[in-house]
């Protein structure tokens, strides 16, 4: 940040004295580093009267203060865009590389919501998680973190035959082992063969605490899933044909936590979603951090989704699919 003070500007105040003050008042406070206070100390003047006068000094020009950075200057600039245009707590876009790997881009966004995390963790948080390869991403990226008294707890049964590393139980363990936190876990899958399954699950002993720390849930950090198609391995031996065809009539286009919703972002209510075993999305949209970590072109209009229908308040993406974002 470059700061200009311009005593030239002040030849339009009519009166001397108040510009000779104003440019006295502003280096004190920009330059020389004094608070409100020390200057209305020394000047004798009212504080009130000093965050006025630096104000007005502003107003009239002779404050002026510029922005600059570096070749970082596109990544702010995107991050304010997407802030500004989706009405976002915050976003953090990490640079692409070309040269890197879809695992070298995962691990990127994954340090960034580790990052994130170290940051906004308090004790007495409940942190809920979905699965998936972005959100493993974060596995290992946790250094000099300050322990928390916090719960750790998955918004989503397991997945399909994905990957260990992947599973929620997995992602749970590793980022509360971190913090030093409270680990809880789901014994279920995400998608059950029927709806009696799954109310007994949610009615079971063990799923009473789930439901009461999903209650009390402050931070949510999940993936944001692409538009359904067969090809979709992720979800192999909880889809058929037939599911996915009627999760396609209704106009799915992305989902979180196995929950669906359209390019609008309205949630969805197809026949599958009464063997879900996962967070109602609506708790979502009223926490005091819900993070939606996605990478890709593919999965813009799924993000875009999300974030119309606020289901998430901060997003972590990268550079290629931001551009692609505010593109759309």
Known sequence: MILHICANEGDKLKNREEERLLIKIARMYYEEGMTQGAIAKELGIYRTTIGRMLKKAREKGIVTITIRGDSADRIFDLEYQLEKTFQLKEAIIVPSERDHSPEEKKKAIGRAGADLLKRIVRDHDVVGFAWGSTLAGMVGQFSDIKQRRADFVPLVGGPGTMDSKYHVNTIVYNVANAFGGTTHFIDAAAIVEKKETRDDIMRSHYFRKI??????????????????????????????????????????????????????????????????????????KNLKYSIGMAESVEKVPSIIGAMKGRYINVLISNEETAEAILNS
Not at 220 to 248: C, H, K, R, Y
Not at 256 to 266: A, K, L, M, T
Request: glycine share 10%; charged share 25%.
């Open 211 to 284: 439901l009461d720390l999903w209650r009390n849930l402050t931070i949510a950090v999940v993936g944001i899933g692409a538009p359904i198609s067969s090809s979709n391995m992720i979800w192999t031996g909880f889809f058929g044909d037939m599911e996915i065809q009627e999760l396609n009539r209704l106009g799915a286009i992305g989902e979180i936590c196995s929950r669906y919703f359209d390019r609008e972002g309205n949630l969805l209510h197809p026949e599958v979603n009464e063997r879900t075993v996962a967070i109602e999305l609506d708790r979502l």
